[in-house]
Nanobody, 125 residues
Framework: QVQLVESGGGLVQAGGSLRLSCAAS????????MGWFRQPPGKEREFVAA????????YYADSVKGRFTISRVNAKNAVYLQMNSLKPEDTAVYYC??????????????????WGQGTQVTVSS
């Protein structure tokens, strides 16, 4: 089991940028395939981005390609989500998640074992 804590959310105008961070503890961080998901108000949780154990392979939802960048620094037990050109439809609670196996589809939320409590991102205008 790994404990995850997100930070970096807030209120930003459309076109602006935010950088989310996910701090991990409890298990060897490099053993986890990591993902970001989000849940807009009144909607189901959806996939945003994922990254492999050493950061060599990344995945993105079509809605964020070209705007968001996922990265990780295993020496710091951290995963990041750089969000640029933000749109009102990006408004959601953003969650960091960890997959201990990496054998399933990285876009499937049910493949992930541990979740953070989320951080709110609100995009105005």
């Amino acid at each position: 089991q790994v404990q995850l804590v997100e930070s970096g959310g807030g209120l930003v105008q459309a076109g602006g940028s935010l950088r989310l961070s996910c701090a991990a503890s409890g298990r060897t961080f490099s053993n986890y395939f990591m993902g970001w998901f989000r849940q807009p108000p009144g909607k189901e949780r959806e996939f945003v981005a994922a990254i492999s154990w050493s950061g060599g392979v990344t995945y993105y939802a079509d809605s964020v390609k070209g705007r968001f960048t996922i990265s990780r620094v295993n020496a710091k037990n951290a995963v990041y989500l750089q969000m640029n050109s933000l749109k009102p439809e990006d408004t959601a609670v953003y969650y960091c998640a960890a997959d201990a196996t990496g054998w399933g589809r990285p876009t499937d939320q049910y493949e992930y074992d541990d979740w953070g409590q989320g951080t709110q991102v609100t995009v105005s205008s």
